[in-house]
């Protein structure tokens, strides 16, 4: 392993607990560059930064800005998509999804030391990403959502258990997971959790972030994760 892949290791570690995600549509008026200042306060380790419409231009601004932030906060800053976006500005990782480029020719642009995340919907696309060189994945959606325009139907828990017992692989449970029913998530083994809607949604985000990651860590602490 080279001195890049190690350092690509120990990032993959830090997938676990709340993972935050941009959604400029669902904040309330509120800018990124506002609402991922207060995931951070919040004391958030990872955000992702997904904007599906907005002009290049803008988002390569707010991720200049957003890297700085999390790297000072000591959080995980990954981009959605945009292989050389991230690069661009120094991300920590890039996330992908089924019909975007393939892992390798991600890799190829990303280079050894960012991660490289795929969104599964599967089993078998769970199994075959390690295969691929994924870092970690998504599992979802685990219910129904609407925070994208082209997502797939809800894959339910039962898809969550399977990667549970059978995936290596760091994982982020996510789609249409709620306060209502983040309880159960936890319950059937997720140790990173994604809330979009309520986290850029909520009154006071710092509050909600803060609140969630300690229901999240608290779990594991206590050794039922």
Known sequence: MTEKQRRRAEKAKRIRGLYCITAERLSKGRGNL??????????????????????????????????????????????????DLAVAVGADGVHVGQDDLPVAKVREVAGEEMLVGLSTH????????????????????????????????????????????????????????????????????????????GVVGAEDISRTVEELRKKIDRRTEEGLL
């Open 34 to 83: 506002e609402v991922v200042r207060a995931m951070l306060s919040g004391g958030a380790k990872i955000i992702q930064y997904r904007e599906k419409n907005m002009p290049m231009l803008r988002q390569y601004r707010q991720c200049l800005e957003i890297r700085k932030m999390t790297a000072d906060a000591g959080a995980l800053f990954l981009i959605d998509d945009h292989a």
């Open 122 to 197: 599967n089993p078998e696309q769970a199994r075959e990403a390690a295969a691929l060189g994924a870092d970690y994945i998504d599992v979802g959606p685990l219910f129904e959502t609407h925070t994208k325009e082209d997502v797939c139907a809800p894959v339910g828990t039962a898809y969550l258990d399977d990667v549970v017992k059978n995936i290596a692989l760091p994982f982020v449970a996510i789609g249409g997971i709620k306060t209502s029913n983040l309880e159960t998530v936890l319950a059937h083994g997720a140790k990173c959790v994604a809330l979009v809607s």
